[in-house]
């Protein structure tokens, strides 16, 4: 069976930890429900816990953050020298949100927050470009959303895989070593309800309200699952 390690990069707002308990748990609960068996490694890298051998895990999971890869925090320098040097030992790494950012500016692009504002709910993306290895002919791609930052420039070797006038890097792949959402296919249609209304005011209520009512439209988090257990199984 292989192994996933979770590089948790950030904790749950305390409201919410006795239901959802963390990042990473919600990931192991997704993999649970989609019936594909895993094991899993957890690190919690704000604490300054990194995988010390990157042959520890099978793949890596980056999971998402309220912090931005610009920020003056002291344990993003070193996630950023382990993603080098896992990348350079051809591990497979997978990021979302925060990890889909993290991942390209560490690797030559550009994340930063984004002049078009935040991306809330449900958003429907193109496909513009399957792996080799992605036996699959999806043409739109549609997940939940909450961000303001975006990569704005992919790394030189990647490939988008998906995209959309807001988003225009929604998800991007490096051969058999990197495979990135902005989306996030673990979030649950309650968990986003009971985490956007705390962005309110930040976000702005006409769009807060826009973004919440596209949560009754249904997402392609499943054949995203499928996709991350197919990377993971190279």
Not at 51 to 63: G, H, N, R, S, V
């Amino acid at each position: 069976m292989k192994t996933l390690g979770l590089l948790e990069t950030d904790t749950l707002y305390p409201d919410l930890l006795d239901e959802y308990r963390s990042y990473g748990t919600m990931f192991t609960q997704f993999f649970a429900r989609l019936g594909i068996p895993l094991e899993y490694r957890f690190y919690q890298v704000q604490q300054g816990e990194l995988p010390q051998d990157i042959k520890e895990c099978d793949a890596y999971l980056i999971t998402g953050s309220k912090a931005g890869v610009y920020d003056d925090l002291p344990w993003i320098p070193p996630l950023q020298q382990w993603i080098k040097q896992a990348y350079a030992g051809h591990s497979k790494i997978i990021g979302i949100c925060f990890g889909h950012q993290i991942l390209a500016h560490t690797l030559g692009g550009h994340a930063a927050r984004s002049d078009k504002g935040w991306g809330i709910g449900v958003h429907t993306t193109r496909i513009d470009r399957h792996p080799s290895w992605l036996n699959d002919d999806l043409s739109h791609l549609r997940l939940i959303y909450s961000h303001r930052d975006q990569v704005l420039s992919l790394p030189p070797e990647a490939r988008r895989l998906a995209s959309s006038e807001f988003c225009e890097n929604a998800a991007f792949y490096i051969d058999q070593r990197v495979l990135t959402f902005q989306g996030h296919p673990e979030f649950t249609v309650e968990y986003t309800q009971k985490l956007l209304p705390r962005r309110e005011n930040c976000i702005g209520p006409d769009l807060f309200r826009a973004g919440m009512n596209t949560l009754v439209q249904p997402t392609d988090a499943d054949t995203v699952g499928r996709w991350l257990a197919e990377f993971i199984r190279l």
